[in-house]
């Protein structure tokens, strides 16, 4: 919505204009009027519309034409006065003033205009017949307003009504030529029916009206209210109103009704609250909310951004099979204005046994937008509706921020429960198959699945009994570390062939270059393991290599398997992100203590719990 409003009276001399301003200001009449009046502010907080307005007055007899151009381009609404007792001022609407305004500029551009007919007291009648024609040959006029300076009346109104058309503008909603909305709102206003439908059956029960109601209006409709606008709907539609329910056909009638009805603002107030701005397009501060991240902090999704994501997941699977075929997943994104999750997705995530995405690959692929693109995460959720359906101010709050890293490093303990594991090795080594092992498949598996090559494979790991989403990213083996933070990750996962030994020269390499002084734990991984092992064509032995760095012993891996690759590796992989300052054995002895304070605690509050219900008995 615009931040203020510029309004600029033109019209024949001795019309009136300058009296309108002056009895608008001085609540009077006055005595005696100057040839034309100066520019006045009216503040925010006495306009109806809580926006500040600019009043501008134009005098032929004081100001050049280029004056005229030049103030008619910074207005945002003319009104055109005419004498209701002098048909000739009329005439000039159409003749000089109408094209003057809006001569050279297309249908979607033009200034709307508001008809203003003054000194409404010495006439007995009213001008509105010989008005209604102008109205009907110019769509760029809004309303028509009569008026009287002398009396005061209509005063307030007119402006009004100017700042409406400026606030709440018909062009970009209707087309009064066609007599229907315009493609746009329609587009925008089926997202909102979409968003507004929760439970995906194509119409708005009563529940659901009321709570769209609330989001948009502050108060739900009275029973008897909400039944009378189904029945002007089921009266004026075919197909409006079905199983007792409003349709998008009725949804939109019923927004094209305001219109007709001159209750613009209903419909801008609906599409206001969704995130539409005047060009019908959703603004930045709707899809990209202030958010601040700090220098080595991450961000995750908290319970709100699940508890939703989980809502909308359960909407869109309308077979409740658990899982979201690829006609569910884009009828998902039908409110989005292009398909945000490319064929990669499948070898990212975990899917059924179809190759559909279940629940947890879900969620676990809105996880790694959260980490790697905090900002896009929160368009998408701007696109689903998240602040309506949720009840919050924008999408921030389904985001938390983690602490600094150097801060866990030092307190020995980390809150976070994503953590970044980059994997890396010479080409060939296997790491693809890695990935996909990370996801449930075996190498046979991993032949039947299609889609195209993913860098990014989440899933998640118990670790202590809690669940922690661990992200696998595939370092391209022509990529070179330019800088340190290209090495930066929470565990670096070096993987060398078991079965080629020019292998592991690679990540000795990588190690010495970018690991070995640095605070990131390092797994090395044996691929592979299913191959005869061959003695790697380096100084010393993985395993010395190993030794002499203070890393643990590598981990042999195969996912040549004929159930589900061994996850062990994972886990270490987790565990490993999770206590970076801590050696192989510090883990284990971390994760032992670490379970016995959680039992502790569950114990805790099991006891505090039956205490209670004992003193409640007694």
């Not at 315009?182 to 439908?197: E, G, N, Q, T, Y």
Request: proline share 5%; glycine share 6%.
């Amino acid at each position: 919505m615009k931040r203020d409003v510029r309004i600029l009276l033109l019209g024949e001399p001795k019309v009136g204009k300058t009296s309108l301003i002056m009895s608008l200001v001085g609540e009077e009449f006055p005595e005696e009027v100057p040839p034309r009046a100066e520019e006045i502010t009216i503040p925010a907080d006495v306009t109806p519309e809580r926006v500040p307005t600019h009043i501008v007055d134009f005098s032929e007899s004081e100001q050049t034409e280029e004056e005229l151009h030049e103030e008619i381009s910074k207005s945002n609404v003319v009104c055109l006065v005419y004498d209701v007792t002098k048909e000739d001022t009329v005439d000039k609407m159409r003749t000089k003033w109408i094209p003057l305004v809006n001569g050279g500029a297309e249908k979607g551009n033009r200034i709307p205009i508001i008809l203003v007919g003054n000194k409404s007291d010495l006439q007995m009648g009213s001008s509105m017949e010989i008005i209604l024609p102008l109205m009907n040959q110019f769509s760029e006029i809004e309303t028509c307003v009569e008026c009287s300076a002398r009396n005061l009346k209509n005063i307030s109104e007119l402006f009004y009504y100017a700042q409406k058309a400026v606030l709440h503008p018909t062009a970009p909603l209707y087309d009064p030529e066609e007599k229907q909305l315009k493609p746009l709102c329609v587009r925008a206003l089926s997202r909102i029916f979409s968003i507004s439908d929760q439970n995906n059956d194509g119409v708005l029960s009563d529940e659901e009206l009321n709570f769209f109601q609330k989001s948009c209006f502050g108060n739900p409709l009275a029973p008897r209210a909400l039944e009378d606008v189904k029945t002007v709907v089921w009266k004026n539609t075919t197909d409006g109103i079905q199983e007792n329910g409003l349709t998008l056909n009725g949804f939109l009638f019923l927004n094209m009704l305001f219109i007709q009805r001159g209750r613009h603002e209903t419909t801008w107030t609906i599409l206001r609250r969704f995130g539409y701005d005047d060009e019908l397009e959703l603004t930045d501060d709707y899809l990209y909310p202030q958010f601040r991240v700090c220098h080595d902090c991450t961000t995750e999704i908290n319970h709100f951004g699940y508890q939703f994501l989980q809502k909308i997941f359960e909407k869109y699977d309308m077979d409740g099979d658990g899982a979201l075929s690829p006609l569910e997943l884009k009828n998902l994104f039908t409110v989005f204005p292009y398909t945000p999750w490319g064929p990669e997705v499948y070898n990212a995530v975990c899917t059924n046994e179809k190759g559909y995405i279940t629940l947890h690959g879900y969620l676990s692929k809105w996880t790694l937008m959260a980490y790697l693109d905090v900002h896009r995460c929160m368009e998408h959720l701007g696109y689903l509706g998240y602040p309506i359906i949720m009840g919050q101010d924008s999408q921030t709050t389904a985001i938390t921020v983690t602490r600094e890293k150097k801060l866990d490093l030092e307190k020995g303990q980390t809150q976070r429960n994503v953590f970044l594991c980059k994997v890396i090795g010479p080409r060939g080594t296997g790491k693809s198959a890695f990935m996909q092992a990370f996801l449930g498949q075996n190498l046979e598996k991993q032949k039947q699945v299609a889609g195209e090559y993913s860098y990014y494979a989440i899933n998640t790991v118990q670790v202590n009994g809690q669940e922690k989403y661990v992200i696998l990213y595939e370092v391209d083996v022509d990529t070179e570390f330019l800088k340190t933070s290209d090495a930066t990750c929470d565990v670096a996962c070096l993987m060398y062939d078991n079965s080629d030994p020019k292998s592991f020269n690679y990540c000795a390499s990588i190690f010495k270059q970018h690991y070995m002084d640095s605070r990131v734990p390092c797994i090395l991984v044996a691929s592979k393991s299913d191959l005869p092992e061959q003695k790697q064509k380096h100084g010393i032995s993985p395993s010395d290599f190993c030794y002499k760095h203070r890393l643990p012993p590598p981990v042999h891996f195969t996912c040549n398997t004929l159930e589900s690759p061994n996850a062990t590796i994972y886990t270490k992989l987790a565990l490993a992100a999770i206590f970076p300052h801590l050696n192989e054995a510090e883990i284990s002895t971390a994760s032992f203590w670490l379970r016995i304070t959680l039992g502790a605690t569950v114990a805790a509050v099991l006891g505090f719990t039956l205490y209670r219900i004992l003193v409640k008995q007694k």
